[in-house]
């Protein structure tokens, strides 16, 4: 049981550059979530999802869009990347909202 | 804006000792205080969790205190190892929404 695959696992962009981070679910969680992990500030939800077709916005959405198209998959895009976005990302997911999240190994992302 | 403070934001405990970290919150609407778990390079983890209708929460060394008239809850690693060291997340949240989560502590156990 693969639970929850993020890819890449590694990545630098350069400023502007655009790029997807993948998360996928083999679990049938109804629930998905991004975070960026910031030393000192915690994870920080960046957007989520209900479910395959519903998406909303977390506290740091600027800069990131995402889409739910399936239950499995949900993918993270940064459209122009800024070295402020270097973070590291966690996607998660839960049966529904407001249960136990598991997580993804997460992507490490440096922006130059 | 922060609904859930979490201190220290290290920690270092010999082995055997007892680590404890603290957490505050602001929502009372909170009703699910989970803690996760965070070795390097992986994911965080589900550890134990309390709801506040009990004031603790045992699971092997590791223990919850919850006070709901302060706000505040606590986790305590009883026989700290240094397999213990890691970081460490509280969070809270209300039932159908989304976790909060305090700021971390890394915690060393020195051998």
């Known amino acids: 049981n693969a639970g929850v695959t993020q890819t890449p696992k590694f990545q630098v962009l350069k400023t502007g550059q655009s790029m997807t981070l993948q998360c996928a679910q083999d679990m049938n969680h109804e629930y998905m979530s991004w975070y960026r992990q910031d030393p000192g500030m915690g994870l920080r939800l960046i957007h989520y999802s209900v479910g395959a077709g519903i998406t909303d916005q977390g506290e740091v959405p600027n800069g990131y869009n995402v889409s739910r198209s399936t239950t499995e998959d949900f993918p993270l895009r940064l459209l122009s990347a800024a070295p402020s976005q270097t973070s590291v990302y966690f996607c998660?997911?839960?049966?529904?909202?407001?249960?136990?999240?598991?997580f993804g190994q997460g992507t490490r992302l440096t922006v130059v | 804006q922060q609904q859930v403070k979490q201190s220290p934001q290290s920690l270092i405990v010999q082995k055997g000792g007892i680590s404890i970290i603290n957490c505050a919150y602001e929502n009372t609407a909170f009703d699910y205080f989970p803690w996760y778990q965070q070795f390097p390079g992986k994911g965080p983890a589900l550890l134990i969790a309390i709801r506040p209708d009990v004031s603790e929460k045992k699971e092997g060394r590791f223990t919850i205190s919850f006070n709901k008239s302060a706000k505040q809850f606590s986790l305590h690693i009883m026989d700290s190892q240094p397999g213990d060291s890691a970081t460490y997340f509280c969070?809270?949240?209300?039932?159908?929404?989304?976790?909060?989560f305090g700021e971390g502590t890394q915690l060393t156990v020195n051998p």
């Open positions: 969070a809270a949240q209300t039932s159908g929404s989304r976790l909060t």
């Open positions: 998660a997911s839960s049966y529904i909202i407001g249960t136990e999240a598991f």
